[in-house]
């Protein structure tokens, strides 16, 4: 592998990883709620969360930017109270990638929080456990196996980015330049056939890598959980 | 120390409303009626588990619901234990984790106490297992054990044995006698198994429509008229309690003590001066007036010279159905309405009761 590819996979690696380390706890909040709370607007509110899943993600880097941009409305009091900008940087096509990893995340971890019985947190209450600790013993610890592959799905998704984060942070190489734009740049160019396509063997490794942890992950869980 | 429970509560779902009332003591109270009678309802209801409970709920000095005064303590900070129907383990902790898992003295159980209460209840082998691996009893026992090791002040018991098969519950039911006297909390029992009431407790309490009917020692309270509905067709009668004054090894036959009247019992293993509770069903009961009591040449000897305490208001059915008094125990008959016609049996009138059965619940 030659420096730029390295710097390029290592570069993906970070946006996938940070976008999914910020959208998971959102996205198991999200879950939680929609899976045991009933609320007005409750229809909206999972549409609106589905919705990156089924715009186009120029659409949704559009409003990325129109938001987060410099002169957005969340986008320019960042800028002004905190100095902070997602423009052309590579926290704004994590900030894209999570957006649009969001959907795949809720889901699995929605249905199995949606399987657990709710007559355990009834049950540990009657033993004198509180809230926090029954969200550590019985929600998360049964949550988990969708949490694990939400997260994974999900972070094959950020990996793999690319409309919206091409919308919103353009292809800076070494800044925003990732594994999809970088494939896109080389194919592009006349002689960039062969260099494209080592990065496109890089980014199916990375994925069917995240497959097999994933598939490792869960078995290790259902033995965990069968016990002996 | 012993606390007394006084429960008194009205539970508001949709349209339908229910009604619970009594107070209890250390020992076994049983809230006892046909499905649909409110009973499960109640006893969610003192564990703080449903929304709409107004009245009061005390035990000891501790109020529990007052809403009146606009008090609710919420369940996890009650103190009651609660043994669901179904076990309710936590399937990704192993026997030993589910057994440790309550919190009501603030820090779990140690060590000590759970090899205790394993041992007790005879699920020592099982501690590392997982609780889908374990048989529907086994689950019962670790859910039973679980509760009593949160250190509750209060046990409640949802029908624990309901979804079992008879030989588990035949093997269950002494554990629960056994948690009953080494323990000194109050337990609530919910079952509409006669047997298993008969057997268990001390304190009755009668549901049916979301009513309580009759609340009071069980000895009262099973032979009432009100509890014939809750018993069902057939099943109505007396509970007793009686000593053995003597055993006639000749013939096989022990002598209790009734009231100061002798019945004889032919079931063997009695020692004298044991208390024996004994269920006597008012379709095994007869009656007879004047001399007939005291005729020769006839089979039954259980004859007990009693007083007719009530007579049932009903007059509609082909059956009487009698309260007897005999000192402070009350048995139950039942006459065709054609025979208390002709006999001309009333309220407060000597007759004989001729006992043609009688099923031993307990012994100790």
């Known amino acids: ?35 045991r709370h009933d609320f ?17 993600p120029v659409v949704t880097g559009y409003g990325l930017l129109v938001l987060f941009g410099t002169q957005g409305p969340i986008g320019g009091p960042l800028r002004e109270w905190l100095g902070f900008t997602f423009a052309f940087r590579w926290t704004g ?42 969200f550590l013993t019985i929600t998360l610890p049964l949550g988990l196996p969708g949490l694990i592959a939400g997260g994974i799905l999900g972070f094959a998704k950020a990996l793999g980015e690319f409309g919206a984060t091409i919308t919103f942070v353009s292809n800076v190489p070494g800044e925003t330049q990732t594994l999809s734009l970088a494939i896109y740049s080389l194919l592009q160019s006349p002689q960039g056939d062969a260099a ?15 497959v097999i942890v994933s598939e490792l992950v869960q078995r290790r869980l259902g033995a965990g959980a069968a016990g002996r | 120390m012993s606390e007394m429970l006084h429960v008194d509560i009205v539970v508001r779902q949709g349209a339908f409303e229910t009604e619970c009332r009594f ?15 409110g009973k499960t309802t109640a006893l969610r209801a003192i564990a703080g588990l449903v929304p709409g409970a107004s009245g009061t709920i005390r035990l000891g000095e501790r109020i529990l619901l007052d809403s009146a005064r606009g008090i609710g303590v919420p369940a996890e900070k009650r103190r009651v234990g609660f043994v669901f129907q179904e076990g309710r383990l936590l399937p990704h902790l192993t026997v030993a984790s589910n057994l440790t898992y309550g919190r009501h003295g603030g820090r779990g159980p140690t060590d000590e106490a759970l090899r205790h209460m ?20 086994e689950r019962q026992r670790v859910a039973i054990g679980r509760a009593l090791l949160s250190d ?36 609530v029992f919910v079952s509409h198994n006669v047997g298993e009431v008969a057997r268990l407790a001390e304190t009755l309490v009668v549901m049916d429509g979301g009513r309580t009917l ?34 006639d090894s000749q013939f096989g036959i022990a002598t209790v003590d009734l009231g100061g009247e002798a019945l004889e019992l032919t079931q063997g293993g009695f020692s004298v001066g044991q208390i024996v509770r004994l269920r006597i069903l008012a379709g095994d009961v007869s009656l007879a007036v004047g001399d007939a009591g005291a005729m020769e040449g006839l089979s039954i000897r259980n004859r007990l010279v009693t007083t007719i305490a009530a007579i049932a208001p009903d007059r509609t059915g082909p059956y009487a159905e009698l309260l007897l008094g005999l000192g402070q125990v009350r048995l139950r008959a039942r006459v065709t309405r054609k025979s208390l016609f002709e006999m001309g049996l009333h309220e407060g009138q000597r007759v004989t009761a001729m006992i043609k059965a009688v099923s031993v619940e307990r012994r100790r």
């Open chain 2, 214 to 247: 009759a609340a009071g020692p069980a000895l009262d309270i099973f032979p009432r008229f009100e509890t014939d509905a809750a018993l069902g067709q057939g099943e109505a009668g007396a509970l007793v309690e009686g000593k053995v004054t003597a055993i």
């Open chain 1, 40 to 56: 007005p607007g409750k229809s909206f509110a999972q549409a609106l969360v589905m919705l990156p899943l089924v715009v186009p």
């Open chain 2, 152 to 187: 509750p002040a209060l046990l409640l018991m949802d029908e624990p044995l309901a979804s079992l098969d008879p030989a588990r519950r035949a093997e269950l039911l002494p554990m629960i006698e056994r948690v009953r006297d080494e323990t000194d909390i109050p337990i």
């Open chain 1, 93 to 134: 096509a994590a900030l894209a990638a999570g957006v649009m990893a969001f959907p795949l995340l809720v889901r699995p971890i929605r249905l199995s929080l949606e399987a657990i019985d709710p007559s355990l947190s009834e049950m540990a209450r009657t033993l004198g456990v509180g809230r926090l600790r029954r």
């Open chain 1, 1 to 35: 592998m030659s420096e730029t590819e390295i710097q390029i996979v290592l570069l993906s690696l970070r946006v996938a990883g940070m976008a999914i380390l910020v959208a998971l706890p959102l996205a198991f909040a999200v879950a939680w709620l929609f899976a």
């Open chain 1, 196 to 210: 494209a396509l080592r990065l496109i063997g890089f980014s199916v490794v990375l994925a069917l890598g995240a």
């Open chain 2, 23 to 37: 107070d209890a003591e250390a020992g076994v109270t049983a809230l006892f009626g046909p499905s649909g009678a």
């Open chain 2, 118 to 137: 394993a041992g007790f209840l005879g699920i020592g082998h099982l501690l590392d297992r997982k609780p889908r691996t374990l048989s529907g009893g």
